[in-house]
């Protein structure tokens, strides 16, 4: 029990630092948040051939395509320009939706002016506004995935098994999670994305399935590293909840898809590390039982005192 004790310990410890440590901005891969509003390009006045400007990742930043001879020069503080052939990924304040509200079904106005070898070309776009869901079923279905957990994993006679299914799916649920949100960023590489949004997942996939593994291979103790990794991977998932209340989501998916990936991480996950003491106290008076029962461990008193006795003879 006393690693049982040192797991909590480690539990308590990374997601402290996991929630003081935490924005908004960090919560998703490539910095992206939840909101209740997409931002869109509508013209380009006057148009010229070649200059193409675009909102991508549903407006969080705008992207600009230089085909043109002239140098562009962007205001974005002191202005950025950009070379005839050369392209500009950036967050610009006045078209983000990050931190605007925006009414379901409303539409708000933006524009920039870009500076094209001294001619000016406007560029002009909406934030439009969309629904968010009712947040309530979400909570509940959370809610009683984390009591489901432990309330079936003790009806079962094997409950190790149970914990060890639960903690697989903590673990798929959470990649799942991930994958999406990387796939949604397209301002950034894919591969270095997606290494930055697993985030203490790194750690936690591998302590899941190797607990996996030696359960299966009949160690009680997997338990433990099945409970430790689905609660740290449930602490880390806590700012995703946004997605619960916010209608544009940061996720390569259906929006519903990633709602029910964030509840199972994050309740299947609680309910891991609630069930997995009582599994481990289980297991625990399940392999004293045994060691008493086979005698193995257990002194011989009638022997003990034939020995001395025959010693005391000699």
Do not use: K, Y
């Amino acid at each position: 029990m006393r690693a049982l004790r040192w797991s909590a310990l480690l539990v308590l410890v990374a997601g402290g630092l996991l929630l003081t440590g935490a924005s908004p901005a960090a919560a998703h891969a490539g910095g992206l948040t939840a909101t209740d509003a997409r931002s869109v390009v509508v013209a380009v006045t006057p148009a010229v051939p070649g200059l193409a400007v675009q909102a991508i990742e549903d407006g969080a930043r705008l992207r600009l395509r230089n085909g043109t001879s002239s140098p562009v020069t962007v205001p974005t503080g002191d202005g950025v320009v950009v070379a005839p052939g050369g392209e500009l990924t950036w967050v610009d304040s006045r078209s983000s939706p990050e931190g605007r509200t925006v009414a379901a079904g409303d539409r708000q106005a933006w524009s920039l002016v870009l500076n094209l070898g001294g001619t000016p070309v406007t560029v002009t776009g909406e934030l439009v506004g969309e629904r968010p869901p009712a947040p309530l079923p979400w909570w509940a279905a959370a809610l009683m995935t984390a009591v489901g957990v432990p309330l079936v994993s003790r009806r079962l006679r094997r409950p190790e098994l149970a914990l060890t299914a639960a903690g697989l799916i903590v673990m798929a649920a959470s990649a799942g999670h991930v994958l999406g949100s990387t796939l949604a960023v397209e301002s950034a590489p894919v591969v270095s994305t997606f290494l930055s949004a697993c985030g203490i997942n790194l750690l936690n996939w591998p302590l899941i399935v190797g607990g996996a593994v030696a359960v299966l291979r009949g160690r009680p103790a997997g338990v433990l590293a099945i409970c430790a990794g689905a609660a740290l991977t449930a602490v880390f998932v806590l700012p995703d909840v946004t997605s619960l209340h916010r209608a544009v989501l940061p996720f390569a998916g259906p929006p519903a898809l990633e709602r029910v990936l964030v509840v199972l991480t994050l309740g299947a996950g609680v309910g891991v590390a609630v069930a997995g003491a009582s599994a481990l106290r289980t297991l625990a008076q399940q392999s004293g039982a045994g060691t008493t029962a086979t005698g193995i461990a257990q002194p011989d008193p009638a022997a003990g005192d034939a020995e001395g006795l025959e010693d005391r003879r000699a």
